[in-house]
């Protein structure tokens, strides 16, 4: 069992940025791989970027590259999400997951987080 909680959702003016993070209990986060995904209203969640358990592999998707960077700091169990010059198609509530592997398939992912909701204002 793996318990997730994001923070540092917020709302910001398109170019500003954001800092979510992902705290994990109940078991040590370097054994999994964690992904961020995103949900706008009325859209499918989608994938945003992933960091695998040992933090020497990372993929984001093509909307955010150059923009946000996932890191991971095993010692304090958390992972990041830096999101630079937000744009307001960034708009959505943001999710992190647990998988056991580094995979973008959402459906491989067991353990989510409740999500922290992230507005861009044009």
């Known amino acids: 069992q793996v318990q997730l909680v994001e923070s540092g959702g917020g709302l910001v003016q398109a170019g500003g940025s954001l800092r979510l993070s992902c705290s994990a209990s109940g078991r040590t986060i370097s054994s999994v791989a964690i992904g961020w995904f995103r949900q706008a209203p009325e859209k499918e969640r989608e994938f945003v970027a992933i960091i695998a358990g040992s933090g020497d592999i990372t993929y984001s998707a093509d909307s955010v590259k150059g923009r946000f960077t996932i890191s991971r700091d095993n010692a304090k169990n958390t992972v990041f999400l830096q999101m630079n010059n937000l744009k307001p198609e960034d708009t959505a509530a943001y999710y992190c997951?647990?998988?056991?592997?580094?995979?973008?398939?959402?459906?491989?992912?067991?353990?989510w987080g409740q999500g922290t909701q992230v507005t861009v204002s044009s």
């Open positions: 997951a647990a998988s056991p592997v580094a995979v973008v398939d959402i459906s491989l992912y067991d353990y």
